[in-house]
């Protein structure tokens, strides 16, 4: 058995004398209300965590038809995105969804005459 470890057992045995009389002279009640604390942090702060996701959805999420198909999708505001129906390129504007039309780009609308 060499120096180091001869010192890693010593060390273990001091800490574990240590702690026996920590736990002897404080108790255990310190632990397992740590314990308590603890998961009752965890579970608040879950329930937190659920509820600022629900309002993130809210404020971030616009369902509406599409303008060119009249296909009925949800997207994320301020992101562009194709319509999973007719693939036109949209984008959010206000509470509705308009075309995304490259640069040059001419739109017309067409009108049928009787």
Do not use: H
Request: negative net charge; glycine residues 6%; charged residues 15%.
């Amino acid at each position: 058995m060499n120096n180091f470890e001869l010192s890693d057992s010593i060390c273990f045995w001091l800490n574990l004398l240590i702690l026996l009389t920590l736990v002897s002279v404080l108790g255990l009640g310190w632990l397992i209300k740590s314990l308590l604390f603890l998961l009752l942090f965890l579970f608040l702060a879950l329930i937190g965590i659920a509820i600022a996701f629900q309002v993130w959805l809210r404020t971030s999420l616009l369902t509406a038809p599409c303008p060119v198909c009249g296909y009925v999708s949800t997207a994320i505001k301020d992101e562009p995105f194709e319509c999973p129906n007719c693939g036109e390129p949209l984008e959010v504007s206000g509470s509705k969804f308009v075309r995304l039309t490259p640069p040059g780009t001419i739109d017309v609308e067409v009108q049928t005459i009787d």
